[in-house]
T-cell receptor
Framework: GESVGLHLPTLSVQEGDNSIINCAYS??????FIWYKQESGKGPQFIID?????DKRQGQRVTVLLNKTVKHLSLQIAATQPGDSAVYFC????????????FGGGTRVLVKP | DSGVTQTPKHLITATGQRVTLRCSPR?????VYWYQQSLDQGLQFLIQ???????AKGNILERFSAQQFPDLHSELNLSSLELGDSALYFC????????????FGQGTRLTVV
């Protein structure tokens, strides 16, 4: 049940350190962004979202930053834990009718004990 | 457990055949989405339904069709199957139709031989 077999960029992080995952989005008209986590054999799991009228949003151990000027999104995970090992996807909704989430290619996070 | 149920979990079929994938959304969710996750294309949005009506359409092939029934469950029909249709097919659901997190099921792994 691996999520993707693409050659994914990989972020190796020591347990307890902070992780930063970056994402460049494509459409300046996008008004809603989400980060998803996908563990092996499972469907994507919602982490946090942010609307385009905000530049920062915090959740439990996670922070999403949005820079509309350069069309960049980042996810910061504080005190990374082994359970955070997964593939992380950013997704954007391009502002059209509906909720047509366009996903980025994903980043694999490996947490080293 | 996201509350979204997909059946079957695995499906193996021959080229040229037709299959139907089934999805039950979370209780109370009116919107259903279908996504395809393949090794070379990542997560691709196929189609969204909201309360029985098509809401948004992605890169869904003409050989594929979907519908949402009055009880809000959805089916994705894939016909004239080709080897390249082998992928994970995810269903997701949400309460509202726009700019909202979608909760994903565990997926159906389709293998076309």
């Amino acid at each position: 049940g691996e999520s993707v077999g693409l050659h994914l960029p990989t972020l190796s992080v020591q347990e307890g350190d902070n992780s930063i995952i970056n994402c460049a989005y494509s459409n300046s008209a996008s008004d809603y962004f989400i980060w998803y986590k996908q563990e092996s054999g499972k469907g994507p799991q919602f982490i946090i979202d942010i609307r385009s009228n905000m530049d920062k949003r915090q959740g439990q151990r996670v922070t999403v930053l949005l820079n509309k000027t350069v069309k960049h999104l980042s996810l910061q995970i504080a005190a990374t834990q082994p359970g955070d090992s997964a593939v992380y996807f950013c997704a954007e909704n391009m502002g059209a009718a509906g909720n047509k989430l366009t996903f980025g290619g994903g980043t694999r996070v490996l947490v080293k004990p | 457990d996201s509350g979204v149920t997909q059946t079957p979990k695995h499906l193996i079929t021959a080229t040229g055949q037709r299959v139907t994938l089934r999805c039950s959304p979370r209780s109370g969710d009116l919107s259903v989405y279908w996504y395809q996750q393949s090794l070379d294309q990542g997560l691709q949005f196929l189609i969204q339904y909201y309360n029985g009506e098509e809401r948004a359409k992605g890169n869904i092939l003409e050989r594929f069709s979907a519908q949402q029934f009055p009880d809000l469950h959805s089916e994705l029909n894939l016909s004239s199957l080709e080897l390249g249709d082998s992928a994970l097919y995810f269903c997701a659901s949400s309460v509202v139709a726009e700019n909202t997190e979608a909760f994903f099921g565990q997926g159906t792994r389709l293998t076309v031989v």
